[in-house]
């Protein structure tokens, strides 16, 4: 009698905690769905969950877990996935000069459109990056991601006689992630292969990355209301939790908004993100938009001159980037501290309702203080 009640209980709490699950589980937005359903499916191996790694001489790549790609992902909402790697087994100093995304069929390998690509982060642990050149006072004093590659950018390389310097057992965390903007009767496995170029010559000049974005202010008391003159007022963020950030005088700032229907223009000051502290040479540019950015610039408000300009194509008849410019120069530009500069966006939602958007460049200055670092204790 007793295990009879037991197991009825048992009953009762097992299909009382798929209904509180379920009730949870659609509460959840696009984005938080899609890590709970991709975490369920690669845990429980209902969907192949290793990553694949061939380590070539001068390419690293890696075949991500298979994706499912099973309903609308706007930019950011997508199925993705996490690894860490290193490029060789040993100290052996080795050069980044480039990087790589495609998206593939999980079951053909065939390659598939590269509107299933959202994007590939490239992480580094700049505590142990730095201190094994030295240069422990650069460590936290910004976010450690190395670039980034996105839809309409999905390759990137540095100019001849560049790269960004490290040893070859150092740990890269990488992360990859899908996008679906169009196809809303879904049912894709979708892999992507993530490539970094690599050297071992000893006479390249080093670069350092730092990243600018754009990072409008919003009204922390009623964050959704919608702003009076959108990019010089206030925006609407897409969410309070993520990308948000304080301007240090306690008001609020967001890094992914929402854009209304039509052209508007947005500009935020970098000064603080560059960090200049007499001048700096940018030689390469990654950039990430979202779909509806018609041309970013990196500008120089002092100068009210354009350091570059980056045009966007968008697809004509459905959602999504073609290309996106990237800059590359090996003469490179100078950059100031006694200038000010901004990241400027421009947007056309030709769409029906509002979207989302984030305006965000990679910048790969020459490093001059590595260089010297480099040359005393490895190129010699």
Same mark, same amino acid.
């Given at each position: ?14 299909i009382l905690s798929i209904v509180v699950g379920t009730i949870w589980y659609f509460s959840l937005s696009n984005r ?6 991709t975490t369920l499916l690669h845990k429980t191996g209902l969907v192949d969950n290793e990553w694949l790694i061939e ?69 580094? +642990?700049? =505590? ?28 990137? =390389? ?48 080093? /670069? ?42 306690? +008001? ?45 610039? /990196? ?21 999504? /980037? ?15 501290? +006694? ?42």
């Amino acid at each position: 009698m007793a295990n009879s009640k037991i197991f009825k209980f048992s009953i009762v709490l097992l299909i009382l905690s798929i209904v509180v699950g379920t009730i949870w589980y659609f509460s959840l937005s696009n984005r938080h769905k899609a890590i709970v359903k991709t975490t369920l499916l690669h845990k429980t191996g209902l969907v192949d969950n290793e990553w694949l790694i061939e380590n070539k001489t001068k390419e690293y790549k890696m075949l991500s877990p298979t994706f499912i790609v099973d309903a609308i992902y706007k930019s950011m909402e997508g199925p993705k996935a996490s690894n860490y790697v290193m490029l060789s087994q040993d100290s052996t100093l080795l050069w980044m000069t480039g990087f790589k995304v495609e998206a593939q069929n999980a079951k053909t390998g065939e390659k598939m459109s590269n509107d299933f690509i959202c994007h590939m982060n490239v992480d580094i +642990n700049d =505590t142990k990056y730095y201190s094994n050149f030295g240069l422990e006072n650069r460590i936290g004093k910004q976010y450690p991601r190395l670039t980034s590659l996105s839809h309409g950018m999905e390759t990137f =390389t540095f100019p001849k006689g560049f790269g960004v310097p490290m040893k070859g057992n150092d740990l890269l965390y990488v992360t990859t992630q899908t996008l679906n903007h169009n196809i809303k009767e879904a049912y894709y496995k979708v892999k992507h292969k993530v490539t970094i170029a690599n050297d071992e010559k000893q006479k390249l000049k080093p /670069l350092m990355s730092k990243t600018a974005f754009i990072m409008l202010p919003y009204d922390q008391y009623d964050p959704y209301k919608s702003p009076i003159d959108p990019g010089t007022d206030f925006c609407i963020p897409v969410e309070t939790k993520n990308h948000s950030y304080d301007d240090g005088k306690g +008001n609020k700032l967001s890094g992914h908004w929402v854009i209304p229907i039509g052209k508007n223009k947005y500009r935020s000051n970098i000064n603080h993100q560059l960090e200049i502290k007499d001048s700096l040479r940018l030689h390469a540019a990654a950039i990430h938009v979202h779909p509806f950015a018609t041309k970013i610039m /990196l500008f120089n408000k002092t100068t009210q001159q354009p350091i570059f300009v980056s045009n966007i194509t968008n697809h004509q008849n459905s959602i999504g /980037l073609k290309n996106i410019e990237n800059f590359s120069s090996e003469e490179g530009i100078w950059l100031f501290a +006694n200038q000010d500069y901004e990241i400027v966006l421009e947007v056309n939602n030709t769409s029906a309702t509002e979207q989302d958007m984030m305006g965000s460049m990679f910048l790969f200055f020459y490093d001059e203080e590595m260089d010297s670092i480099l040359q005393k204790r490895w190129l010699h």
